[in-house]
C-alpha cells in the first residue's frame, strides 16, 4: 500500500524530492533547481501577499513579503541553476509596482513622485498621465526605470 502521487521509480534527473528537482545540464553534471510545483506555490502565494486592492502601506507589503521570502530562500539556497530565482525577482516586483502606482492616486502625484525617482519629465509625464489602468501604467518603461 503506497501513495502514488508521493511514490515513484524514475531516472534521477526526474526526481523531484522536497521542493526540489534534479537536472542535468548539457555537460553531464547534475544541478539542483526549484520544482515546478513549488514554482507555481510560490507565485499563488505572493499573489496572496500582493493583493490588487493593498489598503495598507506599501513598506508594510514590501515588509509582509520579505518576511515570507526570508524562509523561502532559506531553504531554497542550495539550487545551483543559474537564475533560479531572477524570475521570481521579477514577478515579485512587477506585482508590487501597480500597488505603489495605485497609492499614488492621481497622476500628478505619480508624475513627481517619478521625477523625485529621477525619470526625465518628458518619460514621467508619458507614464503617468498617457496610459491608462494601474496594471498598463505599472509596466511602462518610466516606472519600470524608476
Not at 16 to 43: E, P, V
Not at 86 to 105: M, N, T
Not at 136 to 142: L, N, P, T, V
Amino acid at each position: 500500500m503506497s501513495n502514488e502521487e508521493k511514490s515513484s521509480v524514475s531516472a534521477p534527473f526526474d526526481l523531484t524530492f522536497l521542493g526540489f528537482r534534479l537536472r542535468k545540464d548539457s555537460k553531464w553534471i547534475m544541478m539542483i533547481r526549484i520544482s515546478n510545483r513549488t514554482a507555481r506555490r510560490m507565485s499563488v502565494r505572493i499573489r496572496e501577499l500582493t493583493p490588487r486592492n493593498w489598503g495598507g502601506s506599501f513598506d508594510s507589503c514590501v515588509a509582509q513579503v520579505n518576511r515570507y521570502l526570508n524562509v523561502w530562500i532559506g531553504y531554497f539556497c542550495l539550487c545551483t541553476g543559474v537564475g533560479s530565482f531572477s524570475g521570481f525577482d521579477a514577478h515579485i516586483r512587477r506585482r508590487l509596482r501597480p500597488i505603489l502606482v495605485r497609492q499614488k492616486k492621481r497622476p500628478r502625484h505619480l508624475f513627481r513622485h517619478l521625477l523625485r525617482r529621477g525619470v526625465s519629465q518628458g518619460l514621467a509625464w508619458k507614464s503617468a498621465y498617457r496610459i491608462r489602468g494601474h496594471w498598463k501604467r505599472s509596466a511602462s518603461f518610466g516606472i519600470h526605470k524608476a
